[in-house]
């Protein structure tokens, strides 16, 4: 087995912008290539997995901390108040279940638009998704005020006889982003089971073949399961596509329904499921794009997958962007003064500076990518889907703080201020996520491994009917 | 004889299993055994192959069907409970509004619908498929462990009607089959 050979040491070409996979694969060494990621021996993973992974655990132990602290004090700890009851808990809520949703998009609608270069990174942008969804659905909880009642939010028969309201956002998103998260493991665990039988075999200890056997489920690749696999595939593919739509929809009416300046419009779904998207396939490009490199892995996520991806970024950018100019369109055109004066708060009032930077971010810098040069030039994508994050995550900042800050009288104006373990909470569940992640490059094949056999048959084919053309 | 000696004293047989390289040759293997009058037989390959499981015979997929009938389960359970909690068991008059406002039960119904269906989607599909399943004879064969990697493999099962041992043998390799091997069971 290639195990023992030096990753470093094989000489691994990126294949360029046109091509999925680089030359000279067959489904033996896609199987190594990727397989032997997770049975690399501990002193031959690289040494910053080991440096990164331990950032994040420090992270890991700040949030702990952060919610240790929220448990005994409550939520006074964070800068929250009245009237501005939605801090960086809804902030971070929005953003981080917006970074799940390039997952699915990967996952479940590139599958149905039969899109090739899908193939290397969607059981990546899946377990993304996963863990943005875990880190997303700490905020409302921790939220909560007496978190450890959370189970109040789902309809049970109950001693009281008391139900949630199901007329109410708030209980839409209870039910959008459990079934959300539910359904997304179901997918990503589908998708496992045939890699994981791979791994099962491929396996070069006893006790490793033992692990991934028991979670292959028996799996034999029989042509009957593979047949009943194909259809469970394709139906998941087509439920998770209005899912994920209706996630981020659901989301945007916690905001759309209330009647609050600014948050009563009717263009926060298409526009929040749009930066949704766009933030997700950010994360995506500064998740891959070190790890290509740190496994060496550029002939399996090419060129081809960073520039179509940037390309994603860049029309889903424009969609919010147009997003952002309606909202100041219909602020204009109602002729609602205190519409206007929202918006014109926004751009003039405390937070203006936010406003600037976020146009910046998410509108002006992501414009570069409409060159061609700029998109083949990995270090400049990776830092353009880093500004984007950010310029994400200033946007709902923008939407949650400015409405609650002016309302719609004087008397109930008010500040908000981030305080330290908000912070702590925030960069908490960053590291969560984080390190979350390095567990699964380190455990599982990062890469659905059969898929990609699919891909080296379809090339052969190709190659075939091209010779016999010559 | 004495071959077929040796045979009958065998335990048990599962069947008889030959290997192929590419997924092309199975499916034209699987196609000629179906010909060949056997029914009682599996291919298995490390990757989805189109057209191998119809030509082993297989027609009757029905995961749709599952995942359809839990669809319109959690539709109506999901609508049937909110319709419940606020009219039946806690109906609130909230600002005058009606206690059967359905238009607000869309969302819940929806994910209700999605959640039911996409659990069944992977849950039928393992329960037809008979896992998860710690043994089958199948991985008695040595060679059996690159089917999940790199090599695509044929069973005829010995419950198969046709099945006789050492014609069995000479059938699989007579279509190109490689490393030609009794399955113990």
Sequence with gaps: MAITENLDSRELIDPGPDRVIGPGHNYETVTDRISEIVYLPLKKTPKKWYVGAFIAFCFVNLLVLAMWVLFAEGVGIWGINIPIGWGFAIINFVWWIGIGHAGTLISAILFLLKQDWRTSINRFSEAMTLFAVACAGMFPILHLGRPWLAYWLFPYPNSMWLWPQPRSPLEWDVFAVSTYFTISLVFWYCGLIPDLASMRDNAPKLWQRKIYGILALGWRGSAIHWHRYQKAYLLLAGLSTPLVLSVHTVVSFDFAISILPGWHTTIFPPYFVAGAIYSGFAMVLTLIIPLRAWYNMRDLITLRHIEASAKVMLGTGLIVAYGYAMEAFFAWYSGDKYESFMYWNRITGPYGICWALLILCNIAIPQALWSRKVRHNIKLVWIISIIVNCGMWLERFEIVVTSLTRDFIPSSWGTYIPTKWDWATYLGTLGFFMFLIFLFVRLLPSISIFEVREVVHHEQHMERAYEEKL | ?185
């Excluded at chain 2, 695509?152 to 006789?164: A, M, N, V, Y």
């Design chain 2, 1 to 185: 004889m004495s071959d077929q000696l040796v045979l009958s004293e065998l335990p048990k047989i599962h069947g008889a299993m030959a290997e192929f390289d590419s997924p092309e040759e199975l499916v034209e293997a699987c196609k000629r055994a179906y010909e060949a009058g056997f029914r009682r037989m599996d291919a298995y390959a490390p990757m989805p192959v189109s057209g191998l499981a119809e030509a082993l015979g297989f027609k009757k997929n029905r995961v749709a069907l599952c995942v359809l009938i839990a669809g319109i389960c959690g539709a109506a359970g999901g609508f049937g409970l909110l319709e419940w909690i606020t009219c039946v068991a806690f109906p609130h008059n909230v600002g005058g509004r009606p206690f059967n406002s359905w238009p607000a039960y869309i969302p819940i119904t929806f994910e209700c619908t999605v959640l039911l269906a996409g659990l069944t989607a992977l849950f039928s599909m393992l329960a037809m498929n008979g896992l998860p399943q710690p043994y089958h004879p199948v991985f008695n064969v040595e060679r059996f462990e690159r089917a999940s990697i790199d090599k695509f493999f044929l069973c005829i099962e010995s419950s198969d009607p046709q099945f006789r041992t050492p014609d069995v043998i000479d059938f699989l390799r007579d279509l190109g089959g490689k490393e030609v091997t009794i399955v113990p069971a």
